[in-house]
């Protein structure tokens, strides 16, 4: 079986003597010596000066739209995993959805300043697929209505903008370490930014807003993280390098054998060093994307619909229309991805898919499709320093 992903495994050795440790110490939470470790050993890595390790990735949106006071309507992206939704409506605000661009897959910058209105209070922004936003073009729309902005940065480990940290933009910035993360604590995620003020602010609501033995001056709750859970970061961080230039060796792979494949891939941004966190492929129609997911899934190779359906038709939402969100998460596929993935595993893959494909081609003649998503017969590459442009995305 080949799943859409697996989560990577440091030695049992390395983790075993951390586990030493804390059974010697007897200390396993309230702020233990390896969160502050992990803490300060990310902060190292990732060029950052402040960082809270918390429980986890939805936890951190929660702290971060707390923190800021956000009230009213809180603009965001209908394409995003569901805690970035049940998050701004967990805290008593509104989301207002604005639809994706088709190429990146990220909220469309240009669509912004239509959906702010006086009760506008923040932009909650994901870098889908840890592919950054047009942070330059919202924080410039942030500056000229007074918005905080948020950015859900849960699959954005490792990548960065204009040379730095992608953690290092938004009033706040958040991630995920859970264990389907290419780096991961098994559970665990953190909240990112430059104000020190701020930062203690959400350091304090992370535990039950505590300032002293009996004294209060937050209103929090508890966002703690265990030491058991740093133990399994600091192991996974000697890794991390490793990771990432093996994602980014099998997402080459992947373009190099799926370029005759009639789908369209994502567009990354040029000025940046992108993490790889995901291979997604788009279909010019959902039936083609369902027929390639239920072909794999024969040979019991498992693929994921990220992230379908739009956050825009969730239950407790004002449902809107998002045509081209819907379009996207219709036809979208991430294909397996991790660190242990043999080229072998990806050769077939590749192979079903494009064996599919040559099977729908020679059932029926070609109809083709108008969609302004429609891919090209000459597939695009990722713009980045992988491969080079071929044709257009």
């Not at 740093?230 to 799926?258: F, P, T, W």
């Not at 279909?283 to 359906?309: D, G, T």
Request: with cysteine.
């Amino acid at each position: 079986m080949i799943p859409v992903t697996k989560p990577f495994l440091p030695a049992e050795k390395e983790f075993k003597s951390y586990v030493k440790s804390i059974w010697q110490r007897q200390w396993l939470t309230n702020n233990g010596p390896l969160v502050n470790t992990l803490e300060l050993k990310l902060k190292e890595y990732l060029g950052i000066n402040h960082l809270l390790f918390v429980s986890n990735g939805t936890v951190a949106l929660q702290l971060a739209i707390k923190a800021l006071n956000l009230s009213g309507e809180i603009i965001t992206t209908p394409f995003s995993f569901v805690a970035t939704t049940s998050s701004i409506v967990w805290q008593g605000c509104k989301p207002v959805f604005v639809d994706i661009d088709p190429e990146s897959f990220n909220i469309d910058p240009y669509k912004i300043e239509y959906a702010i209105t006086p009760k506008t209070s923040a932009i909650l922004a994901t870098h889908v697929y840890g592919n950054p936003c047009a942070i330059d073009t919202i924080q410039q729309i942030a500056d000229k209505y007074n918005l905080k902005i948020i950015y859900d940065a849960a699959h954005c480990f490792g990548t960065q903008y204009k040379n730095r940290s992608i953690f290092e933009y938004g009033d706040i910035s958040t991630t995920s370490f859970h264990s389907t993360k290419l780096f991961h604590t098994i559970e665990g995620g953190a909240v990112f930014t430059k104000d020190p003020d701020l930062l203690k602010k959400m350091a304090l609501m992370r535990n039950f807003g505590y300032s002293g033995v009996d004294t209060f001056s937050e209103q929090g709750i508890n966002a703690k993280n265990c030491e058991f859970h740093a133990a399994m970061g600091l192991c996974n961080l000697n890794h991390v390098n490793d990771i990432l230039k093996m994602r980014k060796y099998l997402s080459e792979q992947y373009l190099n054998r799926l370029v005759n494949l009639d789908v369209k891939f994502q567009k990354i941004q040029n000025n940046e060093d992108y993490n790889y966190a995901y291979f997604p492929i788009l279909f010019k129609s959902e039936s083609l994307m369902q027929q390639a997911k239920a072909n794999l899934e024969m040979a019991q190779i498992y693929c994921r619909r990220y992230f379908y359906p739009s956050l825009a038709k969730l239950p407790y939402v004002e449902n809107v229309e998002m045509p081209v969100c819907e379009l996207v998460a219709s036809r979208i596929l991430c294909l397996p991805l991790y660190h242990t993935l043999t080229v072998s595993d990806l050769d077939m893959i590749c192979r079903l898919l494009l064996r599919g494909q040559n099977f729908e081609i020679n059932k029926a003649p070609e109809i083709r499709c108008t969609s302004k998503l429609e891919p090209s017969q000459s597939i695009s590459r990722m713009r980045s320093k992988i491969v080079k442009v071929n044709g257009s995305l």
